[in-house]
Nanobody, 124 residues
Framework: VQLQASGGGLVQVGGSLRLSCAIS????????MAWFRQPLGKEREFVAA????????STADSVKGRFSISRDNAKNILYLQMNGLKPEDTATYFC??????????????????WGQGTLVTVSS
């Protein structure tokens, strides 16, 4: 299975971006999915997760109320809608997949499949 993240870019404070993660090789519905991010020089951190159906999600406190995870299993695409962006949201964002369909784990090692990352830069 391959994950391809896209949608990153340069945005001003308060702006919005929508990241996408396209899956190929197996249906998206086979996986619980998550978004993580890694600021330059720092450890990877959890952003949001979704069970296989999208009916249950989890969001990190740092982005709650601003970011939302969703998925379109018919199109095999995972999304991360990011609103009210702040400079501290600057990071490379990664999508990740787990074969445990109901996991919403915030631990990177619980996800076996990873996309290549897309850079989000928020300028003040």
């Amino acid at each position: 299975v391959q994950l391809q993240a896209s949608g990153g870019g340069l945005v001003q404070v308060g702006g919005s971006l929508r990241l996408s993660c396209a899956i190929s090789g197996r249906p998206l519905s086979s996986y619980a999915m998550a978004w993580f991010r890694q600021p330059l020089g720092k450890e990877r951190e959890f952003v949001a997760a979704s069970v296989w159906s999208g009916t249950m999600t989890s969001t990190a406190d740092s982005v709650k109320g601003r970011f939302s995870i969703s998925r379109d299993n018919a199109k095999n695409i995972l999304y991360l809608q990011m609103n009210g962006l702040k400079p501290e949201d600057t990071a490379t964002y990664f999508c990740a997949g787990s074969e445990h369909p109901y996991t919403r784990s915030s631990t990177p090692s619980d996800y076996a499949y990873w996309g290549q990352g897309t850079l989000v830069t928020v300028s003040s």
